[in-house]
């Protein structure tokens, strides 16, 4: 994980946010399957940090995993609570709370603009 975490901290360019986004869903999860664990809780206030203290292409790649996190990926088979919680509840209501920091990035022209408009879109379509 703390790799995987080092990875989205240290990209600066298209090439390094994709592995770093890349690496960071295997951390959390299975890329290919679309599903991740419990431990996806435990890193999303570094996430936070990434968006409010990363460089945009670290931001971007923070962005587009929590695209995938929060939109068509859901907890692996037998992991759907976690401590009585439903994982995936847990992880959408903190994908919600970081919208104000997200609704910063999205207008710039940098790399993470885009994705920023695209994890708004995703989260305020989830919201009732």
Not at 42 to 66: D, F, H, T, Y
């Amino acid at each position: 994980m703390e790799a995987a975490l080092d990875a989205l901290w240290d990209a600066y360019d298209e090439s390094t946010a994709n592995d770093a986004y890349d690496a960071f869903l295997w951390a959390v999860g299975n890329n290919h399957a679309g599903t991740y664990y419990p431990v996806v809780l435990g890193v999303l206030p570094e996430i936070e940090q990434i968006l409010m203290n990363g460089k945009a292409w670290a931001q971007r790649a923070a962005m587009e995993s929590l695209i995938d996190l929060g939109g068509s990926f859901a907890p692996a088979e037998g992991y759907d609570t976690y401590l009585g919680a439903s994982v995936k509840e847990t992880l959408l209501a903190s994908l919600h709370s970081m919208r104000p920091r997200i609704a910063l990035l999205a207008n710039g022209a940098d790399a993470c603009a885009k994705s920023a408009i695209e994890l708004l879109e995703l989260i305020d379509d989830q919201t009732p």
